[in-house]
């Protein structure tokens, strides 16, 4: 077995003498011209480096090179340098790990790129801790298109008549998805949403004429907003990098507007709510699964995301209950089933051909689609009155509101947070939730009536 020196003075010569380890151990030769410079050989190659003991400080050794790839005066050259460099303070295996951690960083800046982002916020925050509500994801999906690549018609407002708009010019905007989100600062932000606010809509409103979007593009700044927020202070970027959510400068110019309370509804008291009421009862010649559906929303008050993905397995036939689990508000609900309501869900369940309550033939989900948009129309050209499945909630609750329901069992009904210990009485008092829901269900059908029999008779000539 070869015995190497642990000091000697390193020469080509010597360098080329020693024989690399066979027994996979690693020696060390110290050079004895150098204090420091030293030759490490292990099984496969003979290594240049320097092994110094700082001041108040553990010992520092720094590779400079293997032999072959670098001379023996170029490893001289480059021991003396960074033995200096010690001696001094400096710590050249800190500067390589900042190197690698500069490196690092400007990677992760390349790969978390905007779309990234918006794909992070959906996956980690909206799909896993809010459980996955299909119109916020499908409104951050709307996010892409406002922040790709994209050619979009400027309006400006005509001089000569006030209120009228007129087309002013194309204006291309550049793709923001594919760029580090970090490096989208405040005043692209302002300048795009600045566009956006006189940008023509995709299309164009019969009822308000040729008018800049007003909503969506302040819905996605909200949810781009929304994905920056989340994504900060999980990254500590404002802490690390002291960085700043863009959208902020939307806030700081007041750009933000407060969206129209919306109120539109079946107005029971009027002719109107009989017309859809028996447009909504016919309309099960056409579709029964659509009608019952809308019907069931209505008689429960119900949000579209709890009723139309409906199993069979939350319907209790036995107890004459429905359990809507982990609600918009992340509670759970046990909600009795009124006369109409049960003799539907029945009705359902002899004509069952899936898992789902509402199962529907012709949706990919197997269930109806959530907001059934086809179908209200349909029940608007045969009623005149066009309403959206939110619609339904709010006319039971305006009805709730006329016939005095109490105000914390209305909220129960609606599905409102209720943080207070009345919502566990509620939960228990069954009877009095079903009397609620029963009054309001039978007020539905009384006011049908009441209002159809004041309706003009068709003649033989009206279709």
């Known amino acids: 077995m070869y015995s190497y020196p642990t000091k000697t003075k390193l020469t080509l010569k010597e360098i080329e003498s020693f024989p690399l380890c066979t027994d996979g151990k690693q020696v060390t030769i110290y050079d004895t011209t150098l204090p420091g410079f030293a030759l490490r050989i292990g099984k496969t190659a003979k290594t240049f480096i320097v092994y110094k003991r700082v001041a108040h400080g553990a010992p520092k050794r720094v590779t400079l090179g293997k032999y072959g790839q670098i001379t023996l005066d170029e490893a001289r050259k480059l021991a003396s340098k960074k033995l200096a460099e010690l001696s001094s303070g400096i710590d050249p295996l800190q500067e390589i790990r900042a190197k690698k951690a500069e490196e ?80 989208i600062t405040r005043e692209e932000i302002l300048d795009r949403f600045n566009m956006f606010e006189v940008a023509k809509p995709l299309r164009v409103s019969k009822k308000d004429g040729l008018i800049p979007i007003t ?35 939307l806030s700081v110019y007041r750009k933000w507007t407060k969206p129209k309370k919306r109120t539109n509804m079946v107005e029971f008291r009027k002719e109107e709510f009989a017309l859809w009421w028996n447009a909504l009862l016919a309309y099960r010649q056409h579709n029964e699964v659509a009608s019952d559906y809308i019907l069931f929303s209505l008689l429960q008050a119900g949000r579209s995301i709890e009723i139309a993905n409906l199993k069979w397995d939350q319907v209790d036939f036995e107890l004459e209950e429905v359990n809507y689990d982990a609600t918009k508000n992340s509670d759970d609900y046990k909600f009795p089933l009124t006369h109409l309501a049960l003799e539907i869900l029945k009705r359902r369940k002899e004509l069952a051909i899936n898992e789902y309550v509402f199962g529907y033939a012709d949706s990919k989900t197997g269930h109806i689609p959530q907001d059934a948009k086809f179908h209200f129309k349909n029940i608007a050209e045969a009623s005149g009155k066009l309403i959206s499945h939110h619609d339904l909630r709010r006319t039971w609750g305006t009805a709730a509101t006329w016939l005095d329901i109490n105000e914390r069992t209305y909220n129960f009904l609606l599905k409102h947070k209720m943080n207070d210990v009345n919502e566990h009485y509620l939960m228990r008092n069954y009877d009095k939730i079903k009397a609620a829901l029963q009054k309001v269900e039978d007020f539905f059908i009384s006011q049908a009536a009441k209002l159809t029999a004041t309706l003009p008779e068709k003649s033989e000539n009206d279709t």
């Open 104 to 183: 690092q960083k400007s990677e992760e800046h390349t790969i978390q790129t905007l779309k990234w982002l918006l794909d992070e916020y959906t996956k980690e925050h909206l799909e896993k801790a809010k459980g996955g509500k299909i119109g916020t994801i499908k409104g951050v999906k709307q996010c892409h298109d406002y922040f790709g690549e994209k050619t979009i018609t400027l309006l400006k407002k005509d001089p000569k008549e006030d209120g009228k708009w007129l087309v002013d010019r194309q204006a291309k905007l550049s793709d923001w998805l594919a760029r580090p989100f970090r490096s």
């Open 215 to 249: 909503r969506t593009h302040q819905m996605c700044f909200k949810y781009l907003s929304s994905a920056y927020n989340f994504i900060i202070p999980r990254l500590e970027l404002d802490i690390k990098e002291n960085f700043r959510n863009p959208v902020d400068v």
